[in-house]
């Protein structure tokens, strides 16, 4: 699935605009406060019969946007005909992403029937994947049709490079969203081969799909599905998806150093009636160690700041009105003026505006507020 970088940003920052307050309450939590603060937002979703994924929910949420008729299967990437659901070699059916052994949980409510990992499959792959956890390695594994599929070995599938990250961001879903409560299984990523031999809630590798996340970045298709699944159908979001650098927070920081990211985001005063001033750090690390190794081996992970940035005001359409110039202080702390002016240095009115600080990796949204 090809991705195109400009579409992915303007999407990243749109979907940013739409949802300013869904996540509220996230800011400057790691580890597992984040986790929990995120599972408070996403649970209690609108739930579904199995039934329901086959007539329903799967064909409008793995639409191909390129055929309204068919379906994109997962791993394959396969473009196929919503109708041709079935049993039958050639045909597609209900793949558990988050395998519905691991915990248990079969086809019931709520997990068993959760839209935000369970996908049109080849019924084929669906067989080989089975309920082995994900890693990388094996022999090549192909579709009816010849398609790539991934590799498969005895405990371990990894899918085609497309939707590794897909993969990655639909068991981390799965972590957060289900924490036990309400008689739901407790589902948890471990960093060990086989992660359920009896049927525990566990899920495998963490940290391959903790470097498939980081490696196939999210996509057009899997934004316009999450959109789907919450606006049509569950009423829920994948976060993970919506804020790619949740992953780090929750599975890859360091108690004693700082989290990559932008910290210390601030707009004064908001509301504002002539002009606010807008503060944000940012910090990067140093080195290539990756983060679950420098966080399991004790060796740490350096930072430094600040890092180049840009931060732009957008109105509630989603329209740029203003790009702003940064000033590094002595103190590493980026700093930016707003006049309340647009680009032709004409004062814009009063109302709601979107304050988004974006590096390479990292985007952050402020909400701030315009009364004269």
């Not at 940012?282 to 290539?288: D, G, K, Q």
């Amino acid at each position: 699935m090809k991705k195109v970088v400009f579409s992915i940003v303007f999407l990243l920052v749109f979907v940013s605009f739409l949802l300013a307050d869904y996540y509220d309450g996230t800011e400057g939590l790691y580890g597992e406060e984040l986790k929990t603060a995120l599972y408070n937002i996403i649970k209690g979703h609108t739930t579904y019969t199995y039934a329901d994924l086959r007539d329903y929910i799967l064909p409008n949420t793995d639409e191909d946007p390129d055929s309204s008729n068919n379906v994109i299967l997962i791993y394959t990437v396969r473009s196929q005909s919503k109708d041709s659901f079935g049993g039958l070699p050639g045909e597609w059916n209900r793949e558990h992403v988050w395998a519905k052994s691991h915990g248990d949980f079969g086809t019931t409510i709520p997990c068993g029937t959760d839209a935000h990992h369970i996908r049109p499959c080849d019924v084929g792959v669906n067989s080989i994947r089975g309920n082995k956890d994900f890693d990388n390695g094996g022999t090549a594994v192909y579709g009816y049709y010849g398609d790539y599929a991934g590799n498969t070995d005895s405990d371990s599938f990894e899918p085609r490079d497309e939707v590794k990250g897909d993969v990655a961001r639909m068991i981390m879903y799965m972590a957060v969203r289900y924490e036990g409560e309400n008689g739901e299984p407790d589902l948890e990523m471990v960093d060990y081969i086989p992660s359920s031999p009896d049927g525990q809630p566990y899920h495998a590798k963490l940290s391959t799909l903790i470097q498939w996340h980081l490696d196939d970045t999210v996509d057009s298709f899997e934004m316009t599905r999450n959109e789907k699944i919450y606006t049509n159908w569950q009423h829920n979001r994948n976060p993970f998806i919506d804020h790619p650098e949740f992953v780090e927070r929750i599975w890859c920081y360091s108690i004693d150093e700082p989290v990559p990211g932008i910290s210390q985001f601030t707009a004064s005063p908001n509301p504002f009636s002539t002009s606010t001033t807008i503060h944000f750090n940012i910090t990067t690390r140093l080195h290539s160690a990756t983060p679950w190794q420098a966080e399991n081996t004790g060796t740490g992970l350096r930072y430094t700041t600040p890092r180049q940035a840009e931060i732009k005001i957008y109105n509630v359409k989603g329209q740029l009105v203003r790009e702003l110039k940064i000033k590094n202080s002595k103190l590493k702390i980026n700093e930016a003026v707003w006049n309340g002016k647009n680009e032709q240095g004409k004062e814009v009115k009063s109302g709601v505006y979107f304050c988004v600080v974006k590096t390479q990796n990292e985007q952050a949204v402020k909400k701030i507020i315009i009364l004269r």
